[in-house]
């Protein structure tokens, strides 16, 4: 008879149960998940076309359209982190050849240009140098001159922590003609957003930074024109799984039309989303921001006394959720993140892209905006600092 093969042991894998140590994740992200939202993941699974499950996902919508401040019905979460709220926007916002300008001052919008460019768009590449922000008149000078599809901006910059105002583009892009799309991955709920007041027509987020969930959901927002851009395309969208017209049927745009299978829901994820935004209604936006902006008003008085300085020259620009601090002359920035690691189980992260190297990040945000993981913060810098010789004891 024929032999049956013998299993392989060579690469045999883990056995035991998984430990995970307990550390404070307060770089750019992911925060600490609030223990409430890790344990509704830990709820049993429905099938994800079950009526429990489909007003599971009709309460993420709601609860998006308060934290996006929208009256839009066409809100969801996409499945993947913020990556994949970025490049489904893209995918379905524009069409190959259109025009889209990109605020690019950091690695968020470096990337949308190399995904707006996969989708076969024209790329403007518009740019301010890392630690600022891009003024009212520079944008209004590029809609003008170029009449794009597409205006991006990223409102919380998390490689620079510069904050993107967002006041008054709404209404030059619906004059030209213009979609506006904004990230918003490490700056929703930590700052002040009005998507409607500010004719935002296309929002999307990440679940792991102000909102206090693990990764792997991408909040998305899109107002009436660009829902009806995406309904005039002329074009397939390239992506499938990323296809609004096919996933938002799934979460319930096309009512009353039925609600079709797309993909299957991230079952677990969307637990942790809802129980993300009851957290956020119960809370409320008012006193959410309010808790971003005292954290990060006791972070900075803490840093100055050590003297340390932001990186970010503008008040105006300073992003409360990631703050970015210059690395003194002499000090080395590596040393002084791995002691806030090996001693205090504290995460500092260094810059990233344009940044690297130059400053550290301390990300303020959700579960892990609160004033005793700021004192954490400042004594593993105090410590550090002082190893490094640029404090005395
Ligand atoms: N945009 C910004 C501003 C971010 O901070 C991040 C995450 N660091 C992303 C997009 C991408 O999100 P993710 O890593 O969850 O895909």
Redesign the pocket.
Same mark, same amino acid.
């Given at each position: 008879g024929e032999s049956t093969p013998a299993i392989s042991d060579a690469h045999r894998g883990p056995t035991g149960v998984l430990e995970i140590p307990q550390r404070f994740l307060m770089g /750019?992200? /992911?925060a600490n998940a609030d223990p409430r939202i890790l344990a509704a993941q830990s709820l049993p699974l429905l099938g994800h076309m079950h009526p429990p499950f489909l007003k599971i996902m009709d309460e993420v919508q709601q609860g998006l359209r308060y934290l996006f401040q929208t009256g839009s019905k066409y809100t969801l979460c996409a499945s =993947?982190? =913020?990556?994949? =709220?970025?490049e489904m926007a893209i995918a379905n916002l524009l069409e190959p050849g259109e025009k889209i300008v990109v605020g690019n001052n950091g690695i968020?919008g470096t990337?949308v240009c190399d995904m707006a460019e996969r989708f076969g768009a024209e790329v403007i590449n518009l740019q301010t140098p890392a630690g600022t922000s891009f003024s009212l008149e520079a944008l209004t000078r590029a809609i003008e001159e170029h009449k794009p599809a597409v205006l991006f901006l990223? @409102?919380?910059? &998390? &490689?620079t922590g510069v904050h993107q105002s967002l006041a008054g583009v709404g209404d030059v892009c619906r004059k030209n003609g213009t979609l506006l799309l904004v990230?918003? #991955?490490?700056?929703l709920g930590g700052v002040p957003l009005y998507a409607d007041e500010w004719q935002v027509d296309a929002i999307y987020s =990440?679940? @792991?930074?102000c909102l206090s969930a693990p /990764?792997g959901a991408?909040p998305l927002m899109f107002g009436e024109r660009a829902w009806a851009k995406l309904k005039n395309r002329k074009t397939k969208v390239r992506s499938y799984y990323l296809d609004l017209n096919l996933v938002g049927n799934y979460w319930g745009w096309d009512a009353p039309a039925p609600r079709a299978y797309h993909h299957t829901g991230m079952t677990s994820m969307w637990y942790a989303m809802r129980e993300a935004l009851a957290i956020v209604a119960e809370e409320g936006l008012d006193a959410m921001w309010a808790r971003h902006e005292a954290v990060h008003k006791q972070l900075w008085e803490g840093l100055r006394s050590m003297g340390l300085e932001p990186f970010v020259e503008d008040p105006k620009d300073r992003l409360m959720t #990631?703050n970015t601090i210059k690395v003194p002359e002499g000090v080395d920035w590596a040393a002084v993140c791995k002691n806030a690691m090996d001693k205090y189980s504290v995460e500092i992260a260094g810059g990233l892209g344009p940044t690297a190297g130059k400053i550290w990040r301390v990300g303020l945000m959700g579960y892990n905006a609160r004033p005793a993981n700021v004192e954490l913060v400042l004594a593993a810098f105090r410590d550090g600092l002082v190893q490094q010789g640029f404090l005395t004891n």
């Open positions: /750019p992200g /992911p =993947g982190t =913020g990556h994949s =709220g970025m968020w990337r990223c @409102q919380g910059e &998390s &490689s990230d918003t #991955v490490c700056s =990440g679940s @792991q930074k /990764p991408a #990631v």
